[in-house]
């Protein structure tokens, strides 16, 4: 191993070399863009004086044509170059910051008496002069999973040409700020800990930090793998998980580069302040972010006005609030039988039968006055080929209706309030009609009184606009009453659930309340899923073909209904699921067995599981005092990094919590620590603290389910909403036995315990949790 002080000024030469050549770079780029900028500018100003515009016969107008085309051609490669080097810039940028954090040196078995490739890695690559030598290697390249994978020793990696064999020598890390080395070290087969508690003893920000420099070789596994067509990665919290999967998307879009676009990946988020949260990892690394979404946005965009869609968070705040409310426990087996698997049977059951018999169709109603009553639309319906899918006969009916809308358009211009909407018109309508009827010659210059063509004219443009609204709901299915259908199934008469299993809970009680609360006009959220099922099922699947990879964050938060629905709407996709089921905090959240359901969906040999045990975001003294709370928790590894015991502080009464609270915020603000939460069990608590702690610790934000961004700072925080981020400092406001006593508050605990990374803080009166005792 080579001697670290001897080699230190020969490694701060090539990072004043390499530094000196990027600057040197950039400003070549700066000057070339600016260039190019000004091209862009001028050819857009002068598009048309530059084009010779003619078109008085096919020559001149072919002339015309490819002078545009020469001239739009000139400007799209103009601003394809300016992008490019934008990007270019933009890596430069990166590498001036720091150029990078690793080395290895690689002999070839092939060729054993050969010097050693001194390779170095960094957040993108950089060529030398001559554009032939690499003096910094993209932490993606093939080469790089060594870095990852292997200590010194023997070494196998693939490459576009074939598999290497090999012995890597050297294996060093830096760290390196503003182009000076702050360290350097030789280390084995995992990333140093001098790089790790560098990087973790930070402070939390406002937006997720890359950890190319630290990945360790469990994460790159799972940035790397390929093969797998559903990957689940089930990790301890603060294990990586999510970071992994944002440096996995990363590294897909540089291995396919040309075939996979960031429109192509799509990630569901747990809330709208997450996406905030992971919203510079990309950029970070020159990638653009992918589409980002939570799976309650896709349902409301799917569910539109149909009904007031409840969120899961309102449904989590009724499952920990209203116990005593007399329908909790037929709500509680209305979630658990409308997430499982074989509640999608019954659908598709139900939807055979409407096959059958069942539809119900709006009547199309125009100012007041039925057009086509919904009666007659179900007779045309079912006189069709039953044989033949429901939407393919819909398709059919759109036809049909459309053909007879277009009949009724014909005798609606005859009446008396088309009359009274030509009076209305404008001038310029009048002198449209009369260059158009001139046109096809329906006026001439003997003729110009005639006003019936002219009458017939404008009656049916008035009549045609007023349709446009009848025409588009047609061809959008609106005629197809889904609320009406969807609540029949509930009703005590329905045959589709005669003989259903209903898992010994009480189906009539919880058919009564979802019949209730669909009356209402409200969406129940465990109802949400089955509801756009069922609407797919009928009008056609909206399958999202283009989708190549669809990631899923807070994993265990899913059913088994939505991961098969998941699987019909993204069929072309290859599924990473990121969870931890000791986080599972849903009443509808799944266990282990959803995701080996889930296997199922795919071909054998399809599916691999990665299990991260380490957690590096809180203390050692956190993670093990959190994984206590946990079946299991001996399992977690905590990383070796040393801070304080969490403490718990009783107060002698609720009145004295806020100021107990205020005291220890001020405590963690003099500490340096500049993200702190406060939080507590419930939305209906976090307001109450806020609004307790107004007076002695001003300035506090309150987080709510409609906040959408992440800021730095110190947040009041319900503990479901919490999930996925962290701070430095967190305190648990009431961590009493009468805020967590329940079983199935136990994991909810668990998650607001793992936000900390630092620090660690418990307040409560009277008993404490026995999840702590």
């Known amino acids: 191993m080579s001697n670290i002080e001897n080699d230190r000024n020969e490694e701060q030469a090539r990072v004043d070399n390499l530094t000196g050549l990027i600057r040197d770079r950039i400003e070549t780029l700066k000057e070339k863009t600016g260039g190019i900028r000004g091209e862009i500018v001028d050819i857009r100003r002068d598009f048309w004086e530059d084009v010779t515009v003619n078109f008085e016969d096919s020559a001149e107008t072919a002339e015309t044509y490819a002078s545009m085309k020469q001239q739009a051609e000139l400007l799209s490669e103009r601003e394809r170059s300016h992008r490019h080097m934008t990007e270019q810039l933009a ?41 032939e030598e690499y003096l910094i290697y993209d932490w993606r390249a093939p080469v790089s999973s060594v870095y990852y994978d292997y200590g010194p020793g023997p070494v196998t990696y693939e490459t576009p040409a074939g598999t290497i064999r090999g012995e890597m020598t050297l294996k060093r890390q830096y760290i390196i700020r503003g182009g000076e080395i702050r360290s350097m070290f030789d280390t084995g087969v995992t990333i140093g800990d001098e790089l790790l508690q560098e990087v973790l003893g930070k402070g939390s920000d406002a937006a997720m930090k890359t950890i190319v420099a630290t990945i360790q070789q469990e994460q790159n596994a799972i940035i790397r793998n390929e093969r797998a067509r559903l990957l689940i990665v089930q990790g301890a919290a603060g294990s990586g998980k ?248 509930y009703r005590p008469d329905a045959a589709a659930v005669k003989g259903y299993d209903s898992h010994s809970v009480d189906w009539n009680r919880i058919s009564a309340m979802t019949l209730e609360r669909l009356e209402q006009g409200v969406m129940p959220y465990e109802d949400a899923t089955p509801y756009t099922y069922l609407k797919e099922k009928l009008e056609g699947f909206r399958t999202h073909t283009t989708v190549r990879h669809l990631f899923i964050d807070e994993a265990q938060d899913y059913s088994e209904f939505q991961y098969r629905y998941l699987k019909r709407l993204f069929p072309n996709s290859k599924f990473t699921l990121l969870g931890d089921f000791n986080q599972s905090i849903f009443a509808h959240s799944g266990t282990g067995e959803v995701f080996h359901t889930l296997s199922t969906l795919f071909e054998q040999g399809e599916t691999e599981r990665i299990t991260l045990y380490r957690s590096y975001r809180s203390t050692r003294q956190i993670v093990e005092f959190a994984s206590r709370i946990i079946e299991g928790g001996e399992r977690i590894e905590p990383f070796n990094r040393n801070g304080a015991e969490p403490t718990l502080t009783q107060a002698a009464s609720q009145e004295e919590l806020p100021a107990i609270i205020a005291e220890r915020l001020r405590l963690l603000e003099k500490a340096g620590y500049e993200s702190v939460a406060i939080i507590c069990k419930t939305a209906e608590e976090a307001k109450r603290i806020s609004e307790q702690l107004a007076t002695v610790y001003p300035g506090l934000r309150l987080i709510e389910k409609e906040t959408v961004t992440f800021e730095k700072g110190n947040v009041i925080i319900p503990s479901y909403l919490a999930k996925g981020v962290e701070f430095d400092g967190v305190i648990i406001s009431d961590a009493s036995e009468i805020a967590y006593s329940r079983e199935s508050e136990r994991k909810l605990f668990y998650t607001a315990c793992t936000r900390a990374m630092h620090e660690l803080h418990l307040c409560y009166t009277g008993q404490l949790t026995p999840f702590l005792r």
């Open 91 to 131: 890596t430069l940028e990166r590498l001036k910051r720091s150029p990078y954090f690793g080395r290895i040196d690689l002999t070839d078995e092939a060729d054993p008496g050969a010097k050693p490739d001194v390779i170095y890695l960094g957040v993108g690559s950089l060529l030398d002069d001559s554009g």
């Open 242 to 489: 999510t970071s992994a999967a944002l440096q996995r998307v990363a590294y897909l879009l540089y291995r396919y580069r040309g075939v996979l676009s960031a429109d192509q990946i799509v990630l569901f988020s747990p809330n709208p302040m997450f996406n905030s949260y992971v919203s510079t990892v990309l950029p970070e690394l020159g990638e653009q972010n992918m589409n980002q979404a939570t799976y309650q946005q896709y349902l409301e965009k799917r569910i539109g006005r149909d009904f007031a869609l409840e969120d899961p968070f309102t449904q989590m705040e009724y499952t920990l609030t209203t116990m005593n409310d007399k329908h909790y426990h037929t709500r509680l087996d209305g979630i658990g039988l409308k997430s499982r698997a074989d509640f999608m049977e019954l659908m598709d059951r139900y939807v055979s039968q409407l096959g059958e018999s069942g539809l119900v169709f709006k009547s199309i109603v125009f100012r007041g006055q039925t057009l086509i009553r919904g009666r007659s639309i179900a007779e045309k319906f079912y006189e069709m080929d039953r044989s033949i899918s429901i939407p393919n006969r819909l398709r059919s009916l759109i036809l049909w209706l459309l053909k007879e809308l277009t009949a009724l358009a014909k005798q609606e211009q005859k009446k008396k309030w088309v009359d009274e909407a030509i009076e209305l018109l404008d001038n310029e309508s009048y002198a449209l009609a009369y260059q158009e009827l001139r046109g096809k010659k329906k006026f001439s210059e003997h003729s110009y009184d005639d006003f019936d063509s002219e009458r017939n004219y404008l009656a049916a443009k008035v009549v045609q606009e007023k349709f446009k609204k009848l025409r588009r709901r047609v061809k959008k299915v609106a005629f197809l009453d889904v609320p009406a259908i969807y609540k029949a199934l």
